[in-house]
């Protein structure tokens, strides 16, 4: 079993849709739980970061974290075109230092249709 | 302020030949970090160094691969005697130094250096 399972694509939504990401995991030393956004060619880019259990909002962007089932989400209001792109979630473990090596989901591609 | 710079952007080469990849961090960042995205998989990590020293090298392959990140210059990531495996494209991410209580662990990525071995 991989370390962290992030649902497989691609996924294809109409403009305005809500949007639901979901990855699991399977270490329960993961304390920090990111969320990167990566367009086409470029590098990945922070969207959203929690820190163990519970709900964090930033605009049209939640993220989720329930470490007892080892789930993590995240929602996307009002989707745009411009929201296309591959999402990526991503964690660490217990902080050891100004950070702490990444183990990331594969990604998922996301296509928002006008 | 620049992000993280990597060069370059594009590389290829033939099979035995050496691969150098650089990567510049952030201004006032002292922390980088290499990942590897093969085709239609997750990034993976590689290496973490600090200046001068390598923190934690467990996901580099043992052979072939090294990295550097010395006192002045970009850090470096080499690949002698490349093989058709090692296409993929490579992300360097540069976080600074941890804040006295904070919790701030997040990494600047690079558009990454898309390595080409024919």
């Known amino acids: 079993q991989k370390e962290v399972e992030q649902d497989p694509g691609p996924l294809s939504v109409p403009e305005g849709a809500i949007v639901s990401l979901n990855c699991t995991y399977s270490?329960?030393?993961?304390?920090?739980f990111m969320w990167y956004r990566q367009y086409s060619r470029k590098g990945p880019e922070l969207l959203m970061y929690t820190y163990s259990s519970g709900n964090k909002e930033d605009g049209r962007f939640t993220a989720q974290v329930d470490k007892s089932s080892k789930y993590i989400s995240l929602f996307i209001r009002d989707s745009q075109p411009s929201d296309s792109a591959t999402y990526l979630c991503a964690m660490s473990a217990t902080y050891t230092g100004a950070n702490s090596k990444l183990t990331f989901g594969k990604g998922i591609t996301l296509s928002v249709r006008p | 302020n620049a992000g993280v710079m990597q060069n370059p952007r594009h590389l290829v080469r033939r099979r035995g030949q050496e691969a150098r990849l650089r990567c510049s961090p952030m201004?006032?960042?002292?922390?980088v970090y290499w990942y590897r995205q093969l085709p239609e998989e997750g990034l993976k990590f590689m290496v973490y160094l600090q200046k001068e020293n390598i923190i934690d090298e467990s996901g580099m392959p043992k052979e072939r691969f090294s990295a550097e990140f010395p006192k002045e210059g970009p850090s470096i990531l080499r690949i002698q005697q490349v093989v058709r495996g090692d296409s993929a494209a490579y992300f360097c991410?540069?976080?600074?130094?941890?804040?006295?209580?904070?919790?701030?662990?997040?990494?600047?990525f690079g558009q990454g250096t898309r390595l080409t071995v024919v």
């Open positions: 991410a540069s976080s600074p130094s941890r804040q006295a209580g904070g919790l701030n662990t997040e990494a600047f």
């Open positions: 270490n329960s030393a993961f304390q920090y």
């Open positions: 201004k006032g960042h002292s922390h």
